[in-house]
């Protein structure tokens, strides 16, 4: 079983930053395939991004691709989720995602992870 514990979050303004970290309890942190997903309210969770295993590998919704950049630290068993420019429209609840699998295809979908952390909360005032 894996734990995921999220943080980070909060309120900015338009054009800020935050920081999103996700911590894993799994000491094989190292094996799992990491994703970022949000859900603003009223609407459907989306993916964010995504980054490998080994972190050779991520990916972006086109909506956040150059603005946000996700990593990993694997001796730290935690992955980040740097997001700048923030718009009004990133206002959300931002959960990492945990699924052991290797590779480096791309995982968008949130059925196919296993683990998930409580979410954290993104406001971005106009």
């Known amino acids: 079983q894996v734990q995921l514990v999220g943080s980070g979050g909060g309120l900015v303004q338009a054009g800020g930053s935050l920081s999103l970290s996700c911590a894993a309890s799994?000491?094989?942190?190292?094996?799992?395939?990491m994703g970022w997903f949000r859900q603003a309210p009223g609407k459907e969770r989306e993916f964010v991004a995504f980054i490998n295993w080994r972190g050779d590998a991520t990916y972006y919704a086109d909506s956040v691709k150059g603005r946000f950049t996700v990593s990993r630290d694997n001796a730290k068993n935690t992955v980040y989720l740097q997001m700048n420019s923030l718009k009004p429209e990133d206002t959300a609840v931002y959960s990492c995602a945990a699924q052991s699998i290797f590779g480096t295809r791309p995982r968008i979908e949130p059925g196919l992870y296993k683990y998930w952390g409580q979410g954290t909360p993104v406001t971005v005032s106009s």
């Open positions: 799994e000491r094989t942190f190292s094996t799992y395939a």
